[in-house]
Nanobody, 124 residues
Framework: QVQLVESGGGLVQAGGSLRLSCAAS????????MGWFRQAPGKEREFVTA????????YSPDSVKGRFTISRDNAKNTVYLQMNSLKPEDTAVYYC?????????????????WGQGTQVTVSS
C-alpha cells in the first residue's frame, strides 16, 4: 500500500499562486507515475497533470498548460504542483494519485492510490 497526503491548499485571489505538495509513504516503489486531479462541486474528477518516475515526460491539458507545473523529488517521495495565474475556475478539491505503471497516464482508472484531497479556492 501507498499512502498519499496532500498539503498546501487554501484561499487565494485570482492571479495568485499556490504550491501543493503530496507526500508518499509505505510501498513507495509502487508509485511510479504520479498525477494530480481536481474535482469541483457537481463535476466529475478531471485530470490536471502527471509525471513519470524519471521526471520526464510530463503532460498537462490546455486548461492548465503554461500555468501549472508538476515536479517530483524521489528522494523525499514527494510530488509538487506549482499553480500560477490562478483563476476562479481552478477552484476545486485537488487530489494526488499514484500509479504502478511507468507510462504517462491520464485516466482515473489507471491510478491505484489516492490522497484525501486538499481544497483550493480562488476568489475573483
Amino acid at each position: 500500500q501507498v499512502q498519499l497526503v496532500e498539503s498546501g491548499g487554501g484561499l487565494v485571489q485570482a492571479g495568485g499562486s499556490l504550491r501543493l505538495s503530496c507526500a508518499a509513504s509505505g510501498r513507495t516503489f509502487s508509485s511510479n507515475t504520479m498525477g494530480w486531479f481536481r474535482q469541483a462541486p457537481g463535476k466529475e474528477r478531471e485530470f490536471v497533470t502527471a509525471i513519470t518516475r524519471s521526471g520526464t515526460p510530463t503532460y498537462s491539458p490546455d486548461s492548465v498548460k503554461g500555468r501549472f507545473t508538476i515536479s517530483r523529488d524521489n528522494a523525499k517521495n514527494t510530488v509538487y504542483l506549482q499553480m500560477n495565474s490562478l483563476k476562479p475556475e481552478d477552484t476545486a478539491v485537488y487530489y494526488c494519485a499514484a500509479s504502478r505503471t511507468y507510462r504517462l497516464v491520464t485516466a482515473t482508472q489507471n491510478y491505484d492510490y489516492w490522497g484525501q484531497g486538499t481544497q483550493v479556492t480562488v476568489s475573483s
